[in-house]
Every structure is written in C-alpha cells, then in structure tokens.
T-cell receptor, first 114, second 115 residues
Framework: DAGITQSPRHKVTETGTPVTLRCHQT?????MYWYRQDPGHGLRLIHY???????DKGEVSDGYSVSRSKTEDFLLTLESATSSQTSVYFC?????????????FGPGTRLTVL | AQKVTQAQTEISVVEKEDVTLDCVYE???????LFWYKQPPSGELVFLIR??????QNEISGRYSWNFQKSTSSFNFTITASQVVDSAVYFC????????????FGTGTRLKVLA
C-alpha cells in the first residue's frame, strides 16, 4: 500500500470557520491531488500539485486553496467553510509526469460543516 | 469532452453468482487510460487495474476480469463467483493524455453480495 496519511480523519466545524486538511506521503512522489467525493458525483478534482510550490486548479476549486512547501505534504484549506463543502476529501499521489499514471489514494477525511 | 457513465447505481447478487459492472466512456483522444477502483465499506479507494487504449486484451486477475472494447467505448468489470467481501462501491475512471493531471470518475456502482 502507498504510504499516504490524511489528518484529521473526521472533522465537524461551523460555517465561516477556516479548516485545513493535511495529506502526508512517504513515497516521495512528485504529484499530489485533492478530490472531494459526493453522492451522485463520484470524485472531483479540487487542486493538484506537480512539485514543491507548484500547484494548479481542478474542476471544483472555488472556495479552496492549497499549499505544498515540502514534497511529502499537501495542505488543503477552506478559508471560510460553507455547508456545501461538507464532503469526504481524498488525497492522492502519483509518481509519473504524465496525466495517465496511476493515482493512489489516502484513507479520506470526512468533513461536516454545520 | 471526457465522460464516464456507470449506469448501474446498485446491484445485488447472491454469493457465488457472477456479476458484471458496466463502464462506458467518451473521449476524443486516441490515447487514453482507463481505471477501476474499489471502495469497500471502510471508505478507502483501492486501485484495481489500469488499461491503455492500445491494449484491448482482456485481463484476468483471480476472480476479476476486465473486458475492454474500443468499438463500444466500454470497459466492463466482471467478478466471478462473487463473495461477501466483494461488497463495495466500484468506480471506473478515464484519463486522457492531452489533458492535465486529472481523472474523470464515473458515479460508481454499489455492489451488494448477499450470503
């Protein structure tokens, strides 16, 4: 199994509060991704990173920001959480430079925004 | 545009039955990759298979097999002699080589295997 951890695994917060989710990998993979999973939508890409300090937006990036200061860590921040951001968040990693490389997923973080 | 359709929302079978999960995709690329992932009740996403568009050979891994047909844009997944441990949500995903670093996932098929 790929060495990917996410913290916290569960979080309940209130509307308007900032939230940061952390993804940590031990595989030294260059590429990291944040997805959200919602019923009826499968998984959708929020942001991704192709190296330290190199990030780009995915298809549902509004309301989210990311940072990557070290190869092993990729942070997802909700600056002001809203109820629509209640979801399960998955981090993924891949080794290769091409978009078609296999992505391996972390265990997920369940976020509830009240 | 990319699209992945998993029309079967939920399937229930009795243990030892064979079951096929359908995946139909749309892409304009000639080179692309297809994936299947399993999400058991514990919630993690487990990689099952990766297939490129130039390899139409069927793949078999134990009780799992995959049928890739470019003519019908399908990449179906069959579980032979299903077991209760196969109960999970299964996702099909597509990635194009001309795109950025993203997959397009289907909405998943929930498989329930009853003892």
């Amino acid at each position: 199994d790929a060495g990917i951890t996410q913290s916290p695994r569960h979080k309940v917060t209130e509307t308007g509060t900032p939230v940061t989710l952390r993804c940590h990998q031990t595989e030294n993979h260059r590429y990291m991704y944040w997805y959200r999973q919602d019923p009826g939508h499968g998984l959708r890409l929020i942001h991704y990173s192709y190296g330290v300090k190199d990030t780009d937006k995915g298809e549902v990036s509004d309301g989210y920001s990311v940072s990557r200061s070290k190869t092993e860590d990729f942070l997802l921040t909700l600056e002001s959480a809203t109820s629509s951001q209640t979801s399960v968040y998955f981090c993924a990693i891949s080794e290769s430079a091409i978009s078609t490389d296999t992505q391996y997923f972390g265990p997920g973080t369940r976020l509830t925004v009240l | 545009a990319q699209k992945v359709t998993q029309a079967q929302t939920e399937i229930s079978v009795v243990e030892k039955e064979d079951v096929t999960l359908d995946c139909v995709y749309e892409t304009r690329d000639t080179t692309y990759y297809l994936f299947w992932y399993k999400q058991p009740p514990s919630g993690e996403l487990v990689f099952l298979i990766r297939r490129n568009s130039f390899d139409e050979q069927n793949e078999i891994s134990g009780r799992y097999s995959w049928n890739f047909q470019k003519s019908t844009s399908s990449f179906n997944f069959t579980i032979t002699a299903s077991q209760v441990v196969d109960s999970a949500v299964y996702f099909c995903a597509l990635s194009e080589t001309s795109g950025t670093y993203k997959y397009i996932f289907g909405t998943g098929t929930r498989l329930k295997v009853l003892a």
